[in-house]
Antibody, heavy 121, light 110 residues
């Protein structure tokens, strides 16, 4: 059973960089057919796709965040990571890592539990 | 402002049937599969329906999905109190090259 787990600071100061890591267990991150993704949910709001990375390192980002986002992958550690620079209070959200099935119908069968990141001084 | 449009809330009595709509465009719903997720507070979203109308293993057949053109619907029959949750539609968007979500619909079982 594939499991994803987010980790990282729960509090980030304005203008700093938000860094989260997603550790994958029970499956490989090195095979094709999946987009390893980050998704967030602002308090009381809906889900917002941030971006994804493939096992080969190809990335795509939400245009609204593209200038501030970097997603990377470490296949040796079976992890992928999110960096969001120059954060503001508007980046306060629950951040989820997830596996999108790119060889299927882009469904998300596996999600992390989510981690709340608060941007505040 | 979400790319896909859902009603913010719906409500219905126990044992009744409710539908949740999801409207998109030709770059997402009109050209790609629609997936539905159930999201309970404090938990990870759960896949309910994929490829418009297919049920993942373990999902009750009280849930069903349909799609026509650039719109899709989720139906829940025999409503139970445990169905109270937020429901999201999602689809791949060819223009964005990513997944787009609806704004979510909060289901209240009266």
């Amino acid at each position: 059973q594939v499991q994803l787990q987010e980790s990282g600071p729960g509090l980030v100061k304005p203008s700093q960089t938000l860094s989260l890591t997603c550790t994958v267990s029970g499956g490989s991150i090195s095979s094709g057919g999946y987009y390893w993704s980050w998704i967030r949910q602002h308090p009381g709001k809906g889900l917002e796709w941030i971006g994804y990375i493939s096992y080969s390192g190809s990335t795509y980002y939400n245009p609204s965040l593209k200038s501030r986002v970097t997603i990377s992958i470490d296949t040796s550690k079976i992890q992928f990571s999110l960096k969001l620079t120059s954060v503001t209070a508007a980046d306060t959200a629950v951040y989820y890592c997830a596996r999108v099935d790119s060889s299927g119908f882009y469904e998300i069968n596996y999600w992390g539990q989510g981690t709340l990141v608060t941007v505040s001084s | 402002q979400s790319v896909l449009t859902q009603p913010p809330s719906v409500s219905e009595a126990p044992r009744q049937r409710v539908t949740i709509s999801c409207s998109g465009s030709s770059s997402n719903i009109g050209n790609n599969a629609v997936n539905w997720y159930q999201h309970l507070p404090g938990k990870a979203p759960k896949l309910l329906i994929y490829y418009d109308d297919l049920l993942p293993s373990g999902i009750s057949d009280r849930f069903s999905g349909s799609k026509s053109g650039t719109s899709a619907s989720l139906a829940i029959s025999g409503l139970q109190s445990e169905d109270e949750a937020d429901y999201y539609c999602a689809a791949w968007d060819d223009s964005l090259n990513g997944v787009v979500f609806g704004g979510g619909t909060k289901l209240t079982v009266l």
